[in-house]
């Protein structure tokens, strides 16, 4: 039997999904890219996981897409392919998605990264969109994400030189959220991911969305679309019991609904 491509565990109350192709510094060929976009939906639906970590190995979080599989690819090829479905799953994903980064992030690598909702990077990590070095630019994100995170400018420059950058420029840009040593990674990743695993299911899942929401709308259409969600957390028993709680100074006991 092949092994598997992405390699997922569960530990308290959140999931750890993992690529597996360290031979080639985890590059995402779309047998991977099935294989995530399916973890990731089935841990979406799984009632004992609240946050999933996505991460990779010391020396590649994931170096790109297969270049090997899209090298001789026509057009309608990629067409025919439709990858951007999968990549559009991801997206769809309600539970919070924490990136544990160390080496390589570079191209689909970094856009995948750059997808999830929050990044540790170890002091290893080397961040790059370096698809102009192969004829192409980023496909899957990498010109608009990028730019948002870390302004015209530097994704400007990353995207036409496709150089990489260290990870204490990224925590600099904005593109991660803090930076500790390689042997930490997963730890801190962990801690970030049992910390949000705490807190009341359904605000998360709301607040989550209402976030991103802000990359797609205006400034009134996501005060809009946040109230409602605010509202509506009015309706779950976490929002009394997290309120109540507060009031009698003990500690919330949330149910998830
Ligand atoms: N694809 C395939 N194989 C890769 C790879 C990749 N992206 N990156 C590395 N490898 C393989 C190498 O070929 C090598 O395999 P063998 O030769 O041993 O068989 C092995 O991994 C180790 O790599 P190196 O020997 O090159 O290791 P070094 O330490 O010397 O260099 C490196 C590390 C990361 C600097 C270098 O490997 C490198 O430049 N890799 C390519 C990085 C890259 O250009 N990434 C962007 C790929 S394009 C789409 C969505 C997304 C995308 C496209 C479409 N749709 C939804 C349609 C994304 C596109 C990309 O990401």
């Excluded at 390699?7 to 590059?27: H, M």
């Excluded at 025919?80 to 998605?97: E, L, Y």
């Excluded at 856009?111 to 929050?118: H, N, S, Y």
């Excluded at 930490?184 to 949000?196: C, D, P, T």
């Amino acid at each position: 039997m092949n092994e598997k491509l992405i390699v997922t565990s569960k530990e308290d109350g959140y999931a750890i999904v993992q690529f597996n192709r360290p031979d080639v510094l985890n590059a995402i060929n779309m047998e991977a890219m099935t294989e995530l976009v399916d973890a990731l939906e089935a841990l979406d639906k799984d009632d004992d996981v609240r946050c999933i970590i996505l991460t990779g190995n010391e020396k590649a979080f994931a170096a790109g897409a297969d270049i090997k599989e899209m090298a001789d690819a026509s057009a309608m090829e990629m067409l025919k392919r439709d990858q951007f479905a999968r990549w559009d799953r991801i997206r769809k994903v309600k539970k919070p998605i924490v990136a544990a980064v160390s080496g390589f992030a570079l191209g689909g690598g970094c856009e995948l990264m750059m997808t999830c909702d929050i990044v540790i990077a170890s002091e290893t990590a080397r961040i790059g969109q370096p698809e102009i070095n192969i004829g192409v630019m980023p496909g899957a994100g990498g010109t608009q994400r990028l730019t948002r995170a870390v302004g015209k400018v530097k994704a400007m420059e990353m995207v036409l030189t496709g150089s990489m950058i260290s990870a204490d420029e990224a925590l600099r840009w904005g593109l991660v959220n803090r930076v500790v040593p390689v042997e930490y990674v997963l730890e801190e990743a962990k801690n970030l991911a049992r910390e949000i695993a705490s807190k009341p299911p359904v605000a998360v899942r709301l607040a989550k969305e209402a976030v991103l929401k802000s990359f797609d709308t205006t400034i009134e259409g996501g005060l809009e679309f946040e109230r409602k969600n605010f509202y509506m957390l009015f309706a779950s028993d976490d929002q009394k019991e997290g309120m109540k709680a507060f009031v009698e100074k003990r500690k919330a006991t949330w149910k998830g609904k």
